[in-house]
């Protein structure tokens, strides 16, 4: 397990940011501390690589709410509830994005969870930090990073300074962030509103404005930082879904290395066709060569329970008539040796299907590309083979392109192999 870089950004681009590192196992703090603004997110970068980088952001800019959706398809919940909420939000509905927290009916019977956040705000956390060369795959509200404590709410402020924010968690999806100020005025609200209700218990990690109705219980100081990172995991939750979902690295390169993978195991495949295409005519080796012919036959077809080497080169037949052809200069299998290097020379070009007319000697290929380029690249590629190419309708499909094309041997190619 890798140590772990955390970082709370503030709403605006020149607003404080704080980072700290903590050890493998979350139990010692390696390193912290502030930038002025996200401006200086790129002294974070060297910390960040080789480190899961978590990212946390102030939940005055993220809306949680808890409602009630009839319904059991996710999907159709999903698509009501940004117009259920429609008149709660301050800016249109097209301008929000919605996060969804997969969370178990509460006490209230409300089975929907949603983080509602301005389009606008979600892409510059994501440009600041881009920017700076660091990928975080997860981001959190911050009050959801708080401890939740069974009938009593939690709060930190984040330093002690007049216009600090200050973080209180209330429920399993309920919270808010305010700055000091604001919190004050909150609390004499709570005294003039109702002196007869039951005061509320508040946790308190930091020395906090409190009132008549909010009996505090001092707990042990904390960094705030350090506070958020260590409850950080305990609610599964990640706002970074849907468009915003961060593409790993990983999976990008582990797709490249399938279609290498692909490529490499159609070569491979050729490989073993056109040895056991050969096999078959040795037939005056057959002291000498009787058991490689047995285990070749296995190792190309696995599935075969019994070989017995006088069957084999009947079965050899079956299987390369299905593919078209038996000897080496016409059929499928001489079709794809000559093919095989122009997918070699072009490999931005990947095969979708390949079909042979065995009456025909016609190979048709579907194939999908980077470009229109590369259908032209693999073209001549092909014609240098001594081929005759056509080429088919070209469509793009989203970022690619793709097309088909049908492959015959000139009428002539085999003439001229023949006089030579």
């Known amino acids: 397990m890798a140590e772990t870089l955390y970082i709370r950004l503030g709403s605006k681009k020149q607003a404080v940011v704080h980072w700290l590192i ?20 790129s002294d974070l970068t060297e910390k960040a690589n080789q480190r899961q980088v978590n990212v946390l952001v102030p ?22 509830v940004p117009y259920m909420l429609e008149e709660d939000l301050a ?4 301008e929000m994005f919605f996060a969804y927290a997969d969370l178990p009916e509460d006490e209230q019977g409300n089975n929907c969870f949603t983080a509602i956040v301005a389009h606008e705000q979600i892409q510059a956390w994501q440009s600041w930090l881009n920017d700076a060369d660091i990928s975080a795959k997860t981001m959190l509200p911050e009050v959801l990073a708080m401890p939740l ?54 946790a308190a990690y930091s020395p906090l404005a409190h009132s008549e109705q909010l009996s505090v219980n001092a707990m042990p100081e904390e960094l705030p930082l350090a506070l958020l990172a260590k409850h950080f995991s305990q609610t599964k939750f990640n706002l970074l879904q849907g468009d915003y979902k961060v593409r790993s690295e990983h999976s990008m390169a582990l ?20 040895k056991g295409a050969q096999l078959w ?11 490689a012919i047995v285990d070749s036959y296995k190792e190309a077809f696995p599935n075969t329970k019994r ?43 990947k095969p979708n299907s390949l079909k042979f007319d065995g009456k025909r000697q016609e190979l048709r290929i579907q194939a999908l590309a980077d470009s229109y380029q590369h259908f032209e690249q693999f073209k001549a590629a092909l014609e240098n083979t001594g081929l005759t190419i056509k080429q088919g309708a070209q469509n793009n499909q989203g970022d690619k392109v793709s097309g088909s094309f049908s492959i015959v041997n000139k009428p002539n190619s085999k003439a001229r192999g023949g006089k030579s």
Do not use: Y
């Open 22 to 41: 903590l050890s493998a196992h979350g139990e010692e703090i390696i390193a912290s501390g502030e930038l002025k603004s996200a401006e200086q997110l």
């Open 59 to 80: 939940s005055c800019d993220v809306l949680l709410k808890r409602l009630t959706v009839p319904g059991k398809s996710q999907r159709a919940v999903k698509l009501a």
């Open 91 to 94: 800016q249109d509905v097209e």
């Open 149 to 202: 404590l069974a009938e009593q709410w939690s709060a930190i402020a984040l330093d002690q300074t007049d216009d600090a924010q200050v973080i209180v968690r209330q429920g399993t999806w309920q919270g808010f962030t305010l700055d000091a100020m604001t919190w004050q005025l909150q609390c004499h609200s709570l005294d003039s509103e109702d002196n007869e209700s039951e005061p509320i218990n508040l």
């Open 255 to 274: 797709k490249h290395w399938m279609s290498v993978a692909a490529m490499a195991v159609f070569a491979l495949l050729l490989t073993f066709a056109n």
């Open 281 to 291: 005519q040795l037939n005056e080796q057959v002291a000498k060569t009787e058991q």
């Open 307 to 349: 070989v017995r080497v006088s069957t084999i080169k009947s079965q050899l037949n079956q299987k390369l008539a299905q593919l078209g052809g038996a000897n080496d200069s016409e059929g499928f299998l001489a079709m794809l040796a000559k093919v095989q290097p122009a997918f070699t020379q072009v490999p931005q070009l």
